[in-house]
């Protein structure tokens, strides 16, 4: 075998790392955490033989290490020894092999057996041998263990701190043989990203490595890594393998940097306000996914009504110019979602997601990030955009206080919370709360009384409409004022996702063009409640249709035309939402597998609104695709018998 880089050929040494009590290892444990670094002692430990080391599936191998100097007094006996095969990246104990013997050949030399006990899964892995030895735990080199021969091909990447400054400590390559991909991920962030342009790679391989052609020196070759590689090990047959060679920087997402005109920490001591707008800055790190954006002013102030109670704060962003970010139209207005009780973080995204397999025109984008707040990291949030007038959002002529035409554009919302403006009413369909109507566009500074009264006076009609007898008239009902397909679309959205806010109701919109009827929509508000049916409100979306009676739908479903366009739209889009949303939700959970580690460590999870808490976030994920399938099997049902 051709070995690149790095070799255990010889004796080859690494300086101790770190101590520990011997009390702290018993036989199951690994290397333990509270391990601190040893104060330069000599202890070295060397594993004797290839760069790989095979251990055949359910089978054992020896492999002999040595220890210098050769009286170390270290426990090895059976029963009582404290040999122990460690990962190289975190220093855990390995679950795929173990030690199962250690006994002396003589002169500080030693004879290990390794034992497979991987139930036959296939796996590949970088990990040190290590002892204890004068109160202290001592590291061999990394090398790399693998149940199944490899004839030709690449055994392991790394990327070492000694050929890597820019690094905080060695990284090792997770391999998913799979996919073969070998995955090294920089977990720290203080205060930038890693500059991932211009890494150098050690590799073990048997054969010669190119990457886009260009021949490969191990602990040599510089390459940019801002994108995955692909690897071409050719062995001397002229056999080829291929691997794609990954580095995340932090958790792979963009990172965004604010600083207020306060610069105060944490976020929410400094964002304290839902009303006052505070001077700040933004810079994001497009992290080799997206385009940076450079350093720009903007004005930031606190948003949100449940949400608002928690620590990670959402707030909204207002910029001086129209500003595109991470590949999203430009605009003034954004908004940046903490998501706090959502330990998916999918619950919004998935909702929008959703909104764009029906005829609704537009949902929020939004891109997932990393937020650093006046040098802190502050957890994963959801940059999305802010629920606008505009070409790019809900893309409907915007009212001027001198336009003559006064039918549209306008955006309304419906919302049970206070506000302020002088421009809302209440509605006459029955709400579970003080339900009122809110005109949000034209803004109160530029509503004239006239497009107020025109707006009011549109829907008003269209309630009365709707709750008398003349519901079904051809001419005088419902359909005179607004566009069907888009509240039966509207509709199904919130029952697939058990969203509750409808029955309140919440952030419930609806716009109307220049000339046009009323349009149901856009969606907003899905990470409270939904997903689930535990939530108090939700528990009869285990067993019914949910919310087929809230707020217009009491009455718009008496309608035999109305049941039998949304039967009809339920027959329409129920093979994608079961086809797609399920794989939509695992490839979005696998993007934020480590910026949910990363989130939670910031923000642990206090409340349990979504079910989910207590659970790991694969668990959740899991769960949160378990309730979609069950809820699409539910509305089945209860539409066969509509």
Known sequence: MKILGISRIGNIILDAFVAIALAAFALTSGCSKSETENDGAAVKVAVEGDAVTVVPRGQSVEVYFTVSPADTDFRYSNGNYNVRLCYASSKASVAEVYVSETSPVGNGRYKARITDRSDGKSYRIDVCLSIIADKGAHYSEPFCIQNSEQKSGISAVRFLKRD?????KDIFCDYDPVTATFTARSAKLKPELVDASRLVASFVADGDVTVGGKSQESGVTPNDYSQPLTYVSTAADGNKSEYTVKFVNFTGLPVVYVSSSTRRTPIDADITSKTDWKAASIRIDGNGVFDDLPATDMQLRGRGNITWGWRKKPFNMKFETRTEILGMPKHKRWIMLANYADITMLRNDVSFHVSGLTSLAWAPRGEFVELVYNGQYSGTYYLVEQVRIDKNRVAIDEMKPEDSDITGGYLVEMDFHDDTTPYQWKPLVACRQNGIYIVKSPDEDDLTEAQYNYIHDYIRNFEKAITSNKLSDPTEGYKKYIEPLSFV??????????????????????????????????????????????????APAAYSLYVKDAIWYAHLFRDPEMKALAKRRWAELKPRLQREIPEYIRKKAEYLRYAAQENLKQWPMTVDTNGDANLTYDKAVEKMITVWETRLNIIEGCMASW
């Not at 890597?164 to 905080?168: A, E, F, G, S, T």
């Not at 058990?498 to 929509?521: C, F, M, Q, T």
């Open 489 to 538: 679309d509207y509709w199904l959205i919130y029952e697939v996702c058990i969203n509750h806010e409808i029955w309140n109701p919440g952030s419930v919109y609806v716009h109307k063009d220049r000339g046009g009827k009323l349009v149901a929509g856009p969606i907003w508000d899905f990470d409270y409640g939904t997903f689930n049916f535990t939530y108090g409100e939700a």
């Open 164 to 168: 890597n400054p820019q690094l905080d």
